[in-house]
């Protein structure tokens, strides 16, 4: 595949402006925005729904744009094609690093804030113990173009395995899941939400190992893969988290975030980070996907370092203490 060649081989306006009261009486006309998500029932699709119900009353219509995932995502917002996007910061990472035309392309990609972790399932059939383990093995990597796509080849370059030799093989992870459990997969990457619903309907009875990959995993990938320290982090998986993992196991997670192009209008950037802002908490109970969303920086310490919209840093500049 192109797009796995070439991280072998690199590896890696306003639109309207109208005065709204927060929290008051809807206003006459709206600031319409686009939104990439990913494919129906997914997580960021869900995600964008609640988005879309928090803003609307308060100056925002949100037009959600389905897609394979964070990649395309990330593709599409850095050439003009929509307002706003959710995509894994190891995407953004995996985009900038695919050839000069994408690093190019970056520089119209800026965050608005961090949303939530993202953890990387990777189901096994017992007895695999390591990252080094999958070599040879057949392979579900999700959609080209997805988060689950971009996690996958960036885990197995931390292994130092030529992902240009292993038999990686796309589809959607629904499908996938079922040609795992049919035994036409050996493995399976599925890049989500902690109790992510797709990996919750499998049956208690499946014979799945959710590999445990943790520091030492990270810490061995940092030699080959320097940026890792910064993408990934262990996140602990409770027993029970689904129906068929009996076990506590640790796995690594990367964050999402909400980009938006560089070039949409500073004022309306302002006014949205000031009413996600000021929606925080309604957010978090619209919908699970918005758990860890804040532009406070002493709520989230991983919000520092994040090149930020220039209407978001207006805002954080009058809200931070100094």
């Not at 971009?150 to 292994?159: C, G, T, Y």
Request: aromatic letters at 8%; charged letters at 20%.
């Amino acid at each position: 595949m192109k797009r796995r060649q070439m991280l072998a081989a690199g590896l890696f306006g306003m639109t309207g402006w109208i005065a709204a009261r927060l929290g008051g009486e809807p206003a006459t006309a709206t600031t319409q925005l686009t939104l990439f998500t990913a494919r129906p029932g997914s997580v960021y699709e869900r995600a964008g729904r609640a988005l879309q119900t928090v803003l609307q009353p308060r100056g925002f219509t949100i037009t959600l744009k389905e897609s394979p995932g964070s990649l395309f995502n990330l593709e599409q917002l850095a050439q003009g094609r929509g307002d706003l996007a959710f995509a894994q910061k190891d995407a953004f990472i995996l985009f900038k690093n695919l050839g000069p035309k994408q690093q190019a392309l970056t520089e119209n990609l800026t965050v608005i804030g961090p949303v939530n972790q993202e953890l990387v399932h990777i189901l096994t059939r017992p007895g695999v113990r390591s990252l080094q383990d999958l070599s040879g093995k057949k392979i579900g990597v999700g959609p080209e173009d997805s988060g689950t796509y971009v996690s996958a080849l960036l885990m197995l370059q931390m292994a130092d395995l030529d992902v240009t030799r292993e038999q990686l093989i796309t589809g959607e992870i629904r499908q996938q899941v079922q040609d795992w459990l049919a035994g036409k997969l050996d493995v399976l990457f599925v890049t989500s939400g902690l109790g992510t619903p797709v990996l919750k309907a499998i049956p208690a009875k499946a014979e799945i190992q959710l590999l445990s990959v943790g520091q030492t995993a990270l810490d061995q990938g940092k030699t080959v893969f320097p940026e890792a320290a910064a993408l990934y982090r262990p996140m602990p998986v409770p027993a029970r988290t689904y129906p068929w993992q009996p076990q506590a196991v640790t796995a690594l997670a990367t964050y999402s975030c909400l980009f938006a192009r560089r070039s949409l209008a500073e004022p309306v950037v302002y006014r949205l980070a000031q009413t996600l802002s000021q929606q925080q908490a309604v957010l978090h109970r619209a919908d699970p996907f918005w758990a860890l969303f804040t532009l406070d920086q002493r709520q989230n310490p991983f919000m520092t370092g994040l090149n930020y919209h220039p209407g978001v840093r207006q805002y954080l500049r009058e809200i931070q203490p100094r």
